[in-house]
Every structure is written in C-alpha cells, then in structure tokens.
C-alpha cells in the first residue's frame, strides 16, 4: 500500500497479491488516513507502507518532508507490525500529469489534484516494485 502524503489530500495506491502492478486506489483528505487505513486493513491484508518522500535534488527536506515525516509516524504508532518503506517522489506529480495527458483527460479532469495524487501513489508503488524485482 502507497500513500503520497500531502497536506490537504492524500493519494492511495495498492498492488496485486503477486506484487506485479500497481493501481490507483483512492485520494483521502489527509486528516482521514488513520480511520482509512484502519477500515481498509479489516478487509485486506497489507504487507508494507511505501511512502513518498520529498526531497530536493541535493537531498535537503522540501515543504512536504516534515508531512511525510508526520505521516510516516503516525502509521508507524498505529500499525508497528507494518514495515515502512520511503520512496523518493522527486518528479511523481509531474509524471502523473505526463500520464494524464497521454491517457487523453480533458484538460478539467488533468487539474484535478485529487486524480494527480492518486497517479502519483501510483508511480510510487510502481516504481517501488520494479525496485524489488530487479527491473
């Protein structure tokens, strides 16, 4: 499970039992993500958190680091058996608008965020499992 965490909202990605793709689930305000996660975890097994993680290109923290690190604890005191694993995010929200165009959105749709930051956990998670499986 992959979250892009963002101030106002959050994206949600999942992936299949055989870990080969990821799919957009959702995007959450983010003051819901406990109660979320908590629902979400009664009906599916997960076996790790992948989180985005922002950072400038000289690896110093951005705004959203400290909501990612926010983020990152709350899931850790609410569900310690869960491993939590950072990804860098650097370029996400741009490939998820990339992804947007080619997928042909009408220009309103492309400008919805919510869409971007659930694209964006997706390339999360995606990238994520192409890390694990060597490709």
Known sequence: MAFDLGGKRTGIAVTDPLQLIATGLTTI???????????YLKKEEVERFVVGWPT???D??????????KGIALLAKHFPQIPIVKVDERYTSKLAKDA??????????????????EIAATILLQD????????
């Not at 110093?60 to 690190?69: F, N, R, W, Y």
């Not at 947007?100 to 930051?117: F, Y």
């Open 56 to 58: 400038n290109w000289d």
């Open 100 to 117: 947007m165009l080619e997928m042909g959105l009408k220009k309103k749709d492309r400008r919805d965020k919510k869409i971007v930051d």
């Open 128 to 135: 994520y499992l192409r890390s694990i499986q060597g490709t």
């Open 29 to 39: 305000d983010s003051h819901t993500l406990l109660a979320f996660v908590k629902e």
């Open 60 to 69: 110093s923290p951005t705004h959203g680091t400290v909501i990612a690190e």
